[in-house]
């Protein structure tokens, strides 16, 4: 079955500085895609970057890279010069397998930027 | 982005009463979804679709049932709303090249 983990809760991290949020996933499909979503407190889900599985350069977005080592079946989130308005929830979420095409979703680890 | 509307935003009922919530798309995606969102929980599917009337369970479905009569529309119906219930929910379509999902702004649902 398919399992996403985040193991940091919640993090800290100074301003113009950068973050990176852990997130490792099980999966027997051979073919499949790692995705990270922000929600900030105002409620909604803001799609950052997409991993697919046999790409072989590490996907980036902005600010955001995507730091994939499939042979250790991580997918961490690097965020390059935090910003203020970077606080917020992040999740890491990995395709469900089989014909849903659903995404299954880690617990997620809540960023806090400190001024 | 992808159009999507759910309705209502915000909700408050009482045990017992039941609930319907709605998704709207404007993208012509086939494939729409339903999660919740509980603290310490992420999001965890509840129901979903793959065309006009194909609904399939997702991994929360207990006292959830949906319909999709038209392919814009995607509805969540709580037949007998229960406090466990009390939840965000979140409709969700997908973009079929990488799979990617599109969320509404959510519902917030409180029974009382």
């Known amino acids: 079955a398919q399992k996403i983990t985040q193991t940091q809760p919640g993090m800290f991290v100074q301003e113009k500085e950068a973050v990176t949020l852990d997130c490792t996933y099980d999966?027997?499909?051979?073919?499949?895609?790692l995705f990270w979503y922000k929600q900030p407190s105002s409620g909604e889900m803001i799609f950052l970057i997409y991993q697919g599985s046999y790409d072989e350069q590490n996907a980036t977005e902005g600010r955001y890279s995507l730091n994939f080592q499939k042979a250790r079946k991580s997918a961490n989130l690097v965020i390059s010069a935090s910003q203020l308005g970077d606080s917020a929830m992040y999740f890491c979420a990995l395709t469900g397998g089989g014909s849903q095409g659903n995404l299954i979703f880690g617990k997620g680890t809540k960023l806090s930027v400190k001024p | 982005d992808a159009g999507i509307t759910q309705s209502p935003r915000h909700k408050v009922t009482e045990t017992g009463t039941p609930v319907t919530l709605r998704c709207h798309q404007t993208?012509?995606?086939?494939?729409m979804y339903w999660y919740r969102q509980d603290p310490g929980h992420g999001l965890r599917l509840i129901h979903y679709?793959?065309?006009?009337?194909?609904?399939d369970k997702g991994e929360v479905s207990d006292g959830y049932s949906v319909s999709r009569s038209k392919t814009e529309d995607f509805l969540l119906t709580l037949e007998s709303a229960t406090s466990s219930q009390t939840s965000v929910y979140f409709c969700?379509?997908?973009?079929?090249?990488?799979?990617?999902?599109?969320f509404g702004e959510g519902s917030r649902l409180t029974v009382l």
């Open positions: 999966t027997s499909d051979q073919s499949y895609g």
């Open positions: 679709s793959y065309g006009v009337k194909d609904t």
């Open positions: 993208e012509n995606h086939r494939y």
């Open positions: 969700a379509t997908r973009l079929a090249l990488t799979g990617e999902l599109f």
